[in-house]
Protein backbone atom coordinates (compact mmCIF):
# COMPACT_ATOMS: atom_id res chain seq x y z
CA UNK A 1 0.00 0.00 0.00
CA UNK A 2 1.21 3.70 -0.94
CA UNK A 3 1.40 6.00 1.45
CA UNK A 4 -1.12 9.08 0.11
CA UNK A 5 0.14 11.97 -1.58
CA UNK A 6 0.20 15.15 0.65
CA UNK A 7 2.19 18.21 -0.34
CA UNK A 8 5.17 18.48 1.18
CA UNK A 9 4.85 22.34 2.78
CA UNK A 10 2.05 25.12 2.74
CA UNK A 11 2.05 28.21 4.01
CA UNK A 12 0.15 31.70 5.58
CA UNK A 13 -0.12 34.41 7.36
CA UNK A 14 -1.68 34.42 10.81
CA UNK A 15 -5.84 34.82 9.88
CA UNK A 16 -5.68 33.47 6.47
CA UNK A 17 -7.18 30.14 5.41
CA UNK A 18 -4.98 27.45 4.39
CA UNK A 19 -5.87 24.07 2.55
CA UNK A 20 -3.92 21.17 2.78
CA UNK A 21 -4.75 18.01 0.22
CA UNK A 22 -4.56 14.23 0.54
CA UNK A 23 -4.78 11.94 -2.59
CA UNK A 24 -5.39 8.35 -2.55
CA UNK A 25 -7.04 5.65 -4.79
CA UNK A 26 -10.24 3.92 -5.20
CA UNK A 27 -9.19 1.65 -2.74
CA UNK A 28 -8.95 3.52 0.31
CA UNK A 29 -9.87 7.44 0.19
CA UNK A 30 -12.54 6.49 -2.80
CA UNK A 31 -14.03 3.91 -0.86
CA UNK A 32 -14.41 5.10 2.93
CA UNK A 33 -15.78 7.91 4.74
CA UNK A 34 -12.85 6.46 7.14
CA UNK A 35 -10.32 9.83 6.49
CA UNK A 36 -8.60 11.18 9.46
CA UNK A 37 -6.32 14.31 10.20
CA UNK A 38 -3.55 14.56 13.00
CA UNK A 39 -1.24 17.36 14.21
CA UNK A 40 2.00 16.42 15.17
CA UNK A 41 4.11 19.46 17.16
CA UNK A 42 8.26 18.71 17.07
CA UNK A 43 9.03 15.47 19.44
CA UNK A 44 5.11 15.05 20.17
CA UNK A 45 2.82 12.56 19.59
CA UNK A 46 0.28 12.96 16.93
CA UNK A 47 -3.16 14.57 17.50
CA UNK A 48 -6.03 13.54 16.05
CA UNK A 49 -8.34 16.78 14.68
CA UNK A 50 -10.67 15.37 12.37
CA UNK A 51 -12.14 11.60 11.63
CA UNK A 52 -14.57 10.52 9.38
CA UNK A 53 -13.65 12.89 6.96
CA UNK A 54 -15.34 16.36 8.60
CA UNK A 55 -16.10 15.24 12.15
CA UNK A 56 -13.98 17.09 15.12
CA UNK A 57 -13.14 15.19 18.65
CA UNK A 58 -14.45 17.39 21.13
CA UNK A 59 -11.70 19.97 22.45
CA UNK A 60 -10.82 20.63 19.00
CA UNK A 61 -11.14 24.26 17.09
CA UNK A 62 -14.10 25.08 14.68
CA UNK A 63 -10.90 26.01 12.30
CA UNK A 64 -10.14 22.65 11.42
CA UNK A 65 -12.67 21.19 8.97
CA UNK A 66 -12.37 18.68 6.49
CA UNK A 67 -13.81 17.36 3.23
CA UNK A 68 -13.62 14.80 0.50
CA UNK A 69 -13.97 14.84 -3.13
CA UNK A 70 -13.29 11.42 -4.93
CA UNK A 71 -10.13 10.27 -3.77
CA UNK A 72 -9.39 13.41 -2.97
CA UNK A 73 -9.43 14.77 0.73
CA UNK A 74 -9.16 18.27 2.51
CA UNK A 75 -7.51 19.95 5.51
CA UNK A 76 -8.92 23.43 6.02
CA UNK A 77 -7.35 25.95 8.50
CA UNK A 78 -9.08 28.99 8.88
CA UNK A 79 -8.08 32.00 10.87
CA UNK A 80 -4.60 30.69 11.11
CA UNK A 81 -2.67 30.86 13.91
CA UNK A 82 0.81 30.71 15.27
CA UNK A 83 -0.13 27.70 17.50
CA UNK A 84 -1.18 25.64 14.01
CA UNK A 85 2.37 25.55 12.68
CA UNK A 86 3.23 22.13 12.82
CA UNK A 87 3.11 18.57 10.71
CA UNK A 88 -0.27 17.29 9.41
CA UNK A 89 -0.94 14.02 8.61
CA UNK A 90 -3.50 12.32 6.60
CA UNK A 91 -4.92 9.16 6.87
CA UNK A 92 -7.70 6.52 5.26
CA UNK A 93 -8.77 2.77 5.88
CA UNK A 94 -8.30 0.75 2.84
CA UNK A 95 -9.75 -2.15 1.31
CA UNK A 96 -7.60 -4.69 2.56
CA UNK A 97 -8.40 -3.58 6.34
CA UNK A 98 -5.32 -1.40 6.98
CA UNK A 99 -4.59 2.05 7.34
CA UNK A 100 -2.25 3.99 5.09
CA UNK A 101 -1.07 7.39 6.11
CA UNK A 102 -0.07 10.08 3.88
CA UNK A 103 3.46 11.64 3.54
CA UNK A 104 2.67 14.53 5.50
CA UNK A 105 2.71 18.60 5.37
CA UNK A 106 4.49 21.02 7.39
CA UNK A 107 2.42 23.83 8.08
CA UNK A 108 4.30 27.05 8.53
CA UNK A 109 3.05 30.70 9.90
CA UNK A 110 4.39 33.18 8.28
CA UNK B 1 -7.92 10.43 31.52
CA UNK B 2 -6.82 8.33 28.75
CA UNK B 3 -3.24 7.29 29.44
CA UNK B 4 -1.05 4.96 27.16
CA UNK B 5 2.37 4.30 27.90
CA UNK B 6 5.07 2.27 25.86
CA UNK B 7 7.96 0.24 26.97
CA UNK B 8 9.90 -1.98 25.75
CA UNK B 9 12.34 -0.41 23.12
CA UNK B 10 15.96 -0.44 22.99
CA UNK B 11 19.16 -0.58 21.04
CA UNK B 12 18.71 -3.95 18.97
CA UNK B 13 21.24 -5.90 16.10
CA UNK B 14 19.94 -6.68 13.25
CA UNK B 15 18.03 -10.15 13.01
CA UNK B 16 17.62 -10.11 16.59
CA UNK B 17 14.32 -9.67 18.17
CA UNK B 18 12.40 -6.98 21.04
CA UNK B 19 8.80 -7.07 22.46
CA UNK B 20 7.17 -3.57 23.07
CA UNK B 21 4.33 -3.34 25.70
CA UNK B 22 1.74 -0.57 26.42
CA UNK B 23 -0.26 -0.55 29.70
CA UNK B 24 -3.62 1.52 29.14
CA UNK B 25 -5.68 3.15 31.69
CA UNK B 26 -8.47 5.58 31.82
CA UNK B 27 -10.65 4.16 29.65
CA UNK B 28 -12.46 0.10 28.91
CA UNK B 29 -9.61 -1.24 27.49
CA UNK B 30 -11.14 -4.40 26.61
CA UNK B 31 -13.88 -2.50 24.71
CA UNK B 32 -11.56 -0.83 22.03
CA UNK B 33 -9.48 -2.15 19.02
CA UNK B 34 -6.20 -1.00 19.88
CA UNK B 35 -3.08 -0.04 16.70
CA UNK B 36 0.68 0.09 16.73
CA UNK B 37 1.94 3.31 14.68
CA UNK B 38 5.76 4.14 14.03
CA UNK B 39 7.57 6.83 13.22
CA UNK B 40 11.49 6.77 11.78
CA UNK B 41 13.42 9.72 12.20
CA UNK B 42 12.74 12.68 10.57
CA UNK B 43 10.39 10.68 8.52
CA UNK B 44 6.42 10.17 8.49
CA UNK B 45 4.23 8.43 10.10
CA UNK B 46 3.79 4.74 8.91
CA UNK B 47 0.90 2.42 10.60
CA UNK B 48 2.01 -1.02 11.60
CA UNK B 49 -0.92 -3.24 12.78
CA UNK B 50 -4.01 -3.32 14.78
CA UNK B 51 -5.49 -6.18 16.98
CA UNK B 52 -9.61 -6.11 17.55
CA UNK B 53 -10.82 -6.04 21.64
CA UNK B 54 -11.28 -9.69 21.76
CA UNK B 55 -8.13 -10.58 19.65
CA UNK B 56 -10.37 -12.32 16.59
CA UNK B 57 -9.37 -9.69 13.73
CA UNK B 58 -5.81 -8.75 13.14
CA UNK B 59 -4.19 -6.65 10.67
CA UNK B 60 -0.15 -6.21 9.92
CA UNK B 61 1.39 -3.04 7.44
CA UNK B 62 3.25 -5.27 4.28
CA UNK B 63 6.36 -4.35 5.59
CA UNK B 64 6.18 -6.38 8.55
CA UNK B 65 3.83 -9.34 8.11
CA UNK B 66 5.34 -12.58 8.81
CA UNK B 67 8.19 -10.96 11.26
CA UNK B 68 5.64 -8.86 13.78
CA UNK B 69 2.58 -10.08 16.29
CA UNK B 70 0.59 -7.98 18.19
CA UNK B 71 -1.24 -9.66 20.95
CA UNK B 72 -2.96 -7.95 23.91
CA UNK B 73 -4.17 -9.06 27.61
CA UNK B 74 -7.05 -7.52 28.10
CA UNK B 75 -6.93 -8.79 31.82
CA UNK B 76 -3.80 -6.47 32.28
CA UNK B 77 -5.07 -3.69 29.90
CA UNK B 78 -2.16 -4.34 27.99
CA UNK B 79 -1.00 -3.94 24.25
CA UNK B 80 1.74 -5.87 22.74
CA UNK B 81 4.25 -5.87 19.64
CA UNK B 82 6.95 -9.01 19.50
CA UNK B 83 9.10 -7.83 16.75
CA UNK B 84 11.20 -10.32 15.17
CA UNK B 85 14.18 -10.83 12.34
CA UNK B 86 14.51 -7.13 13.05
CA UNK B 87 16.02 -4.84 9.96
CA UNK B 88 17.74 -1.30 10.20
CA UNK B 89 14.59 0.05 8.42
CA UNK B 90 12.73 -0.45 11.56
CA UNK B 91 13.99 1.60 13.43
CA UNK B 92 11.71 4.14 14.51
CA UNK B 93 9.64 5.98 17.34
CA UNK B 94 6.57 2.68 18.08
CA UNK B 95 3.18 4.41 19.37
CA UNK B 96 0.48 2.35 20.37
CA UNK B 97 -2.88 4.18 19.77
CA UNK B 98 -6.49 3.50 20.79
CA UNK B 99 -9.19 3.65 18.13
CA UNK B 100 -11.91 6.68 18.66
CA UNK B 101 -15.18 4.22 18.48
CA UNK B 102 -15.50 1.04 19.71
CA UNK B 103 -17.99 0.21 17.19
CA UNK B 104 -16.37 1.35 13.72
CA UNK B 105 -13.63 -0.22 12.24
CA UNK B 106 -11.37 2.05 10.41
CA UNK B 107 -11.90 5.09 12.40
CA UNK B 108 -9.50 7.71 13.61
CA UNK B 109 -7.09 7.09 17.06
CA UNK B 110 -7.83 9.63 19.20
CA UNK B 111 -5.36 8.55 22.18
CA UNK B 112 -1.43 7.88 21.36
CA UNK B 113 1.17 6.91 23.50
CA UNK B 114 4.55 9.09 23.90
CA UNK B 115 6.58 6.18 21.84
CA UNK B 116 8.96 3.87 22.71
CA UNK B 117 12.39 4.24 20.71
CA UNK B 118 13.41 1.13 18.63
CA UNK B 119 17.29 1.19 17.12
CA UNK B 120 18.22 -1.93 14.77
CA UNK B 121 21.92 -1.28 14.18
CA UNK B 122 24.94 -3.45 14.07
Known amino acids: QSALTQPASVSGSPGQSITISCTGT?????????VSWYQQHPDRAPKLMIY???KRPSGVSIRFSGSKSGTTASLTISGLQAEDEADYYC??????????FGTGTKVTVL | EVQLVESGGGVVQPGRSLRLSCVAS????????MHWVRQAPGKGLEWVAS????????DYADSVRGRFTISRDNAKKSLYLQMNSLRVEDTALYYC???????????????WGQGTLVTVSS
Open chain 2, 97 to 111: AKLLSAALTGDGLDS
Open chain 2, 26 to 33: GFPFDDYA
Open chain 2, 51 to 58: LSWNSVII
Open chain 1, 26 to 34: GSDIGSYDL
Open chain 1, 52 to 54: EGT
Open chain 1, 91 to 100: CSYTSTSTYV
